[in-house]
Structures are given as structure tokens and as C-alpha cells.
């Protein structure tokens, strides 16, 4: 079954740093999305992208935050200086439209020094 | 506002036993609701779904009955497994043109032999 892929698994940097996280979504979705999960907290939507722009973003996605699908399989995103409280698992998503479930990757673990 | 509230753990229950672990939810539209699932080490998995009222989504042996009256989406399984120790995760879609999944808070199960 095809899956979202993220790499790396777990990223450590150092405060004030530029994180890049890097996804694969599934080949025939047209949407894109990232969530966080701080440690023992909730799963928050970041923001959702489509036809190369973002469709929604949440409040927690400020301009330290971007992202890009710089070819036609990659879907990224970066954190220009990233705090210590960046610091948590990142969810990439996919689904091919809207009214069908979103598929999840494993995940990058971000730890911030 | 759209908001998903479920049962705090941890859960647990000896294998055989009946589970049921509970979720309501807020939304003002008309919501798509679902069951992820967590696996240690793992990322998010879609576990069953329902997108109208008084669907019932069912995987597993898992099930869980889109109650609009009662505004709960509660997930239900007869005899447990080991196997099924994760974290579970209720959701909602707000409506079928919306991009965001809004989860609860998750129920860590675990299930002793």
C-alpha cells in the first residue's frame, strides 16, 4: 500500500537554526498538510496546501514557517529559527481530495538544543 | 467552534475484555468523524470512519456509530488483544470542504495478557 514518507525520523538542532523537514506524500494526492505533536499534548494542524499555495493555515504557523513542494514528489517544511519550543513530532499528510481521509507519515521528531 | 473531546487515560484492560473509550464532539457544520490510531514507534493511522449521522465506521473489530443527537462518536471493541495496546485518537473533519483534521486530545491503551 502506498505510503507518506518523512525523513530524517529525528532531527536534532541547535536553538536560532534553519530546520528543513522533508516529506513524500503519496503519488496521486493533491493535498498536503503538516501537524505537530508537542510531547504529550494534542495533534495541531499547521497548514494545508494545494495547487501550490496554502489553502489554510492555524495560527501557530507564524513567519518562522514555510513550506514548499519544490518538485513533484517532495513537500517541505522549514523553520527559520527555531525555538525550544519547536520542539515536538512532525506529521506530514496527504489525501487526493478533500472528502477522503488524510494519510500520515511516521513522523520527524524535532529536538531543539 | 469545532472541538473533540475524549476520555483520559491511560486505559487498562486484561485481553478478552470489552473496551469503550469516549468522544464527543463540537462542530458547527456537518463533520466527518474519525478514529486514528498511534502504535508505539509509530505515526497516525486511520482506524474507521463515518461521515453522516448514524454511519457506523468498523474496522478491526472495532466500531464506532456517528450519533448526532448525542453529538459522540464513541469507539467500542468486544474482546481486546494485546495487539491493540496504542494510543487512539478521535477527530473530526469539520465539513467536506474543509482542509483540517481537528483531534482530541488521545486515549493511551494498554492491554495486559
Known amino acids: 500500500e502506498p505510503e507518506v514518507t518523512q525523513t530524517p525520523s529525528h532531527q536534532v538542532t541547535q536553538m536560532g537554526q534553519e530546520v528543513i523537514l522533508r516529506c513524500v506524500p503519496i503519488s496521486n494526492h493533491l493535498y498536503f498538510y503538516w501537524y505537530r505533536q508537542i510531547l504529550g499534548q494534542k495533534v495541531e494542524f499547521l497548514v494545508s496546501f494545494y495547487n501550490n499555495e496554502i489553502s489554510e493555515k492555524s495560527e501557530i504557523f507564524d513567519d518562522q514557517f514555510s513550506v514548499e513542494r519544490p518538485d513533484g514528489s517532495n513537500f517541505t517544511l522549514k523553520i527559520r529559527s527555531t525555538k525550544l519550543e519547536d520542539s515536538a513530532m512532525y506529521f506530514c499528510?496527504?489525501?487526493?481530495?478533500?472528502?477522503?481521509?488524510?494519510?500520515f507519515g511516521d513522523g520527524t521528531r524535532l529536538s531543539i538544543l | 467552534g469545532n472541538s473533540v473531546t475524549q476520555m483520559e487515560g491511560p486505559v487498562t484492560l486484561s485481553e478478552e475484555a470489552f473496551l469503550t473509550i469516549n468522544c464527543t464532539y463540537t462542530?458547527?457544520?456537518?463533520?466527518?468523524l474519525f478514529w486514528y490510531v498511534q502504535y508505539p514507534g509509530e505515526g497516525l493511522q486511520l482506524l474507521l470512519k463515518a461521515t453522516k449521522a448514524d454511519d457506523k465506521g468498523s474496522n478491526k473489530g472495532f466500531e464506532a456509530t456517528y450519533r448526532k443527537e448525542t453529538t459522540s462518536f464513541h469507539l467500542e471493541k468486544g474482546s481486546v488483544q494485546v495487539s491493540d495496546s496504542a494510543v487512539y485518537f478521535c477527530a473530526l473533519s469539520p465539513d467536506s470542504s474543509a482542509s483540517k483534521i481537528i483531534f482530541g486530545s488521545g486515549t493511551r491503551l494498554s492491554i495486559r495478557p
Open positions: 499528510a496527504s489525501t487526493v481530495t478533500l472528502n477522503q481521509p488524510q494519510h
Open positions: 462542530a458547527t457544520g456537518y463533520p466527518s
